[in-house]
């Protein structure tokens, strides 16, 4: 098999394969940008026409007859202000565009890429011959829009997505999976099961049904319950705040595109986009003592973030979310143990959800920050002593940590083996200094405390989208927000009774998140939740809704189980498990919750 570099080298090369493909469709068809991604490429194009799904098969069939050519890719330079010129002149404008930026960077020479007879403006690198690439391998996959350099200013752009693997195999395996996962779209599950929506009047806003909140309140209260035990205070802090401290943190500077902003009283104020400056603020009431150290506070916090209307994605990509934020302040004789601290609770938290495979990456010093290299140095090699140690399976990636510290990213992989990035913790030398936070030590000198950032979840809404795809909708039972529906075979009113008094009530009382299926059914009797009843269901259609439900557990009363005492009881993964007692049921689920 290949290496990643070199399976990124073809995706690459076929994205111009693509372009040429394109442009013997459309002649007068404008090139923009055609990157590789995680498992393909795309290419951006401005086109006369509009192009429909019926137009993929056809560029695939000319991108074949391209590579059977044996073509290759050959590389050459040319002064910069011809290369301009020859652009306009083609009226090519976005790779005229591109080249004034190089302008700009005082380049004095560009390099393009020849195959055939098509060029491409490219740094490269690219194979050397088109009959490296396996013909069968790749498959363009779907037709989106796009803005211009991502910016909704600009004119919106026609990409194409490509899937591009080593062998036909591979990519074979990798479009079961993609079947696999429509059927797991959490979006799709969100309103199949009613636990939240979206809406036009809040684009990127997540409403979130009562079924929804159940599941949100029970991740809620286990991750409060891990928290009490690792000696966590909890804290909230506003949601928006003066802009002046936003100055102050740096995310003015570094982060201003993506948060929103509002005036009152001729002040301005910031949504806040991190919990950080705010919990802060709670840290600076009071001169601490490093008695108090390692001081782990918490904070689900519900943040705001702007994001471009063409990247939001269901739960996964939202404007308004809640992070399941903490910061550690200790000293710099503890950094290390706190962060393996952090790790150990990552770990046994993912463990109860089923993630057990999992990769972290350490995000190093971005091209935008706050600090000196000095902080910045410390920081990094602390957090790789601590990867070493600990014998994380991490790799380095370079320039993408946060704006005031290096990061630990903790990548699980799901049931159908995606990797979903979920967990983070930063290592911050910065605001400490920024805000003046101080301790007072052990010979009554004020130092700087360390601050550790950390999530477990990342984002509450992205992590139950992840859980919903994960689990394919079928929770496990102790996050299941019904985690039992009566069914009544009749409408008699003893075979109600019956269900309310002998069977509901015991669960209710015993915690069991129950839920009837009669039309006569009344809430306020057992605090259960009722369910609409349509008239004239048959038995079989009500189970098949139930199913459809995902419900983990339903429960058959009518006169059989009336007169045996016992009930009927169906399980959602286990079929049909037969006549049991009430306390049966009871004690089947409070195991499954451990």
């Known amino acids: 098999m290949k290496e990643k570099k070199t399976i990124e080298i073809v995706r690459h090369s076929l994205s111009h394969i693509m372009a040429a493909a394109v442009l013997e469709m459309f002649p007068e068809g404008k090139l923009a940008i055609g990157p590789s991604i995680e498992n393909g490429f795309y290419y951006d194009f401005d086109l006369p026409r509009t ?27 040319a002064p910069i202000e011809s290369a301009l010129e020859e652009a306009k002149k083609l009226k090519q404008i976005y790779k005229a565009e591109l080249i004034e930026d190089l302008i700009k960077q005082n380049e004095k020479t560009v390099s393009f890429y020849r195959t055939g007879n098509f060029v491409d403006l490219c740094a490269g690198p690219h194979i050397e011959n088109t009959k490296e690439i396996y013909p069968d391998a790749f498959k ?29 195999e591979e990519l074979d395996t990798y479009l079961k999976n993609i079947e696999e996962a429509k059927k797991r779209d959490h979006r799709k599950l969100g309103q199949e099961l009613d636990l939240f929506s979206f809406n036009d009047v809040g684009p990127g806003f997540p409403f979130w049904h009562s079924k929804g909140m159940i599941l949100k309140n029970l991740l809620t209260e286990y991750w409060r319950s891990e928290h009490k035990k690792q000696g966590y205070q909890e804290i909230s802090t506003p949601i928006i705040l003066r802009e002046e401290l936003w100055h102050q943190s740096g995310h003015w500077d570094n982060y201003k595109n993506n948060m929103y902003f509002t005036e009152r009283d001729e002040q301005q104020y910031a949504i806040k986009p991190m919990n950080c400056p705010g919990g802060i603020q709670v840290y600076k009431t009071k001169l601490h003592s490093y008695r108090e150290f390692p001081l782990r506070i918490a904070e689900l916090g519900l943040v705001h973030r702007h994001e471009l209307s063409g990247v939001l994605h269901g739960l996964f990509r939202v404007r308004s979310f809640t992070q399941d934020d903490a910061h550690i302040y200790c000293t710099e004789d503890q950094v290390q143990n706190e962060l393996m601290s952090v790790i150990n609770l990552i770990e046994e938290m993912y463990k ?11 995000s190093t010093k971005p091209e935008k920050s706050i600090g000196s290299d000095e902080m910045w140095e410390k920081a990094e090699k602390t957090m790789e002593k601590v990867a070493k140690n600990l014998k994380l399976k991490y790799v380095i990636n370079p320039g993408d940590g946060a704006f005031y510290g290096p990061k630990f990213d903790f990548h699980v992989k799901d049931s159908i083996g995606r990797s979903w990035q979920c967990g983070t913790i930063q290592l911050d030398f910065s605001m400490p200094e920024r805000f003046d936070l101080e301790y007072v030590d052990d010979k009554g000198d004020r130092k700087r405390p360390v601050m550790i950032h950390r999530t477990v979840f990342g984002s509450l809404e992205r992590f139950i989208g992840i859980l919903l795809e994960h689990y394919a909708g079928a929770l496990p039972v102790w996050l299941s927000p019904i985690q039992a529906r009566i069914i009544t075979v009749n409408d008699n009113p003893e075979t109600l009774l019956h269900a309310i008094n002998k069977v509901a009530k015991p669960l209710y009382d015993a915690g ?5 299926h009669h039309k006569d059914f009344m809430s306020e ?43 009927s009881v169906r399980s959602y993964k286990e079929s049909d498990l037969g006549q049991i007692s009430v306390k049966e049921l009871i004690d089947k689920i409070n195991e499954e919750e451990k």
């Open 525 to 567: 009797l057992t605090g259960v939740e009722p369910q609409d009843y349509i008239h004239n269901e048959t038995i079989g259609k009500k189970i098949r809704e139930a199913e459809m439900q995902k419900i983990p557990y339903m429960i058959i009363i009518g006169d059989k189980e009336i007169q045996s005492g016992k009930i």
């Open 140 to 168: 363009l996959s779907s037709i989106a829009g796009a803005y211009w350099r991502g910016s909704e200013k600009n004119k919106m752009l026609q990409r194409i997505y490509a899937l591009a693997f080593d062998t036909k």
């Open 51 to 77: 192009l429909i799904p019926e137009d993929l098969p056809l560029i695939e069939t000319k991108m074949r007859e391209i590579l059977k050519q044996d073509l290759k890719f050959e590389r050459a330079e």
């Open 352 to 362: 109860k959800f089923g993630f057990t495979d999992y990769h972290v990456e350490l």
């Open 512 to 516: 069991v998140r129950v839920q009837i």
